[in-house]
Nanobody, 114 residues
Framework: VQLQASGGGLVQAGRSLRLRCVAS????????LGWYRQAPGKQRELVAI???????RYGDSVKGRFTISRDNGKNEVYLQMYSLKSEDTAVYYC?????????WGQGTLVTVSS
């Protein structure tokens, strides 16, 4: 399984950015599919994820600002980020769990300038 994330970059605080992840396998029916991030010197944390029942779960720090969506026909998952803050600066990783294994993408860097 390969996960290819894209869409990161340098953005000013308060602006928006959209991340995209393409999976090499079908994303339909996966137990979990979504995004984590890791800031310098910090542990990796949940950003947003689709659970096995299809519902979305968000990290507390992004609730109300980020939206996760998916297109199973394209095997893609997206993260729309609004009102970005400097503390959102991190490497964002696409994540997939197929019921047996965890898979991680290579990450895409998001840098928010204040």
């Amino acid at each position: 399984v390969q996960l290819q994330a894209s869409g990161g970059g340098l953005v000013q605080a308060g602006r928006s950015l959209r991340l995209r992840c393409v999976a090499s396998v079908s994303t339909f029916g996966n137990r979990a599919l979504g995004w984590y991030r890791q800031a310098p010197g910090k542990q990796r944390e949940l950003v947003a994820i689709f659970r096995s029942d299809g519902s979305a779960r968000y990290g507390d720090s992004v609730k109300g600002r980020f939206t996760i969506s998916r297109d199973n026909g394209k095997n893609e998952v997206y993260l729309q980020m609004y009102s970005l803050k400097s503390e959102d600066t991190a490497v964002y990783y696409c994540y997939l769990h197929d019921g047996l294994h965890d898979y991680w993408g290579q990450g895409t860097l998001v840098t928010v300038s204040s």
